[in-house]
């Protein structure tokens, strides 16, 4: 093991001024007000990223309420210096930032605009504003990707929404999402939900080999997100044939069953992530609204008729057992984005 040492107390005040003042040094009166923070940050530029772009531009006045924040951090310290950081968002820049941290990193950034519009985000300003901030990051691939931390603190503040039923956030994920919908806990709070039965078995076998491992710099799904090289941007289908012979990137024993009776109380859930999930009952339980549909591994032959996909924008259904997609025809007038290979 080797441990990285912090940034020394100059190079922290360097750091944290590039992104203060967009120059080396603090600007004129705000010295005395630089130097707690740049402490208090602890020479990880992360924190001193984060912390000097959300004060950018800032008046004294709010510097000082930063301070009053920073003197009552004791455990947990990076998490909460980052939360000043996201309490000092509007409100149009906090909900795309927690859709990302919760659904969008991996994610393609045009493709992931393309969903968070029929949110209605306004995207695209809202993702340079979180770059502004060192919030996001966009890579080289297009892709959205974020600390580790950043993505720990966002999730963090979504569990704070209801500590004792998850069913009643506005967000659920493995773990969490598992339960909602083994116990029928989901709620209309619900509006977005992500199940990966392999990074779920993945997660809960690590904690077991290993309490303490080490992360990533920056996170990235293990699965790619990147529907670019694939997009068809249709409406009116036909019924088609599809290969069977596909066969699922995990073994079937991987698959967990669910019954569709789940999701009858979900009437605001947009977005719906599934992988390897077996679910059971009938189709017209699922919500009506659903604007991304991404369920790879789907062990149907067909799409049930019943099943409403009407407000659909992305649709993935990768590594399915599709025989043929659906019986008859089906006008799906918003779908943008089409994703059935295997």
Known sequence: MFKVEGLDEYESLELFSWHA?????????????????VQYCGGVPLALQVLGSSLFGKAADVWKNALQNLDVITEGKIQKILRISFDSLQDHDKLPFLHIACFFIGKDKDFSTTVLDECEFATNI?????????????????????HQLLQDMGRGIIREESLEDPGKRTRVWNKDASNVLRKLTGTETIKGLMLNIPMLIKDESSKIISSGSNRKRFHVEDYDGNCSSSRRRLGFFSWQSISSSSTNSFPVSNEIGFKTEAFRR???????????????????????????????????????????????IAFDLRNSSLQHVWKGTRFLPRLKILNLSH
């Open 126 to 146: 809202g993702i340079q504003n979180l770059v502004d901030r060192c919030l996001l990051i966009i890579d080289g691939f297009n892709k959205l990707t974020m």
């Open 266 to 312: 979900m009437h605001n859930l947009e977005l719906l992530l599934l992988d390897n999930v077996k679910i059971s009952g009938r189709y017209e339980d699922f919500p009506k609204i659903l604007i991304w549909l991404s369920w790879r591994g789907f062990a149907l032959k067909s799409i049930p008729t019943n099943f409403s996909l009407e407000n659909l």
């Open 21 to 37: 003042f967009r120059q080396p040094h603090p600007g004129e009166g705000y010295m005395d007000l630089s130097r707690p923070v």
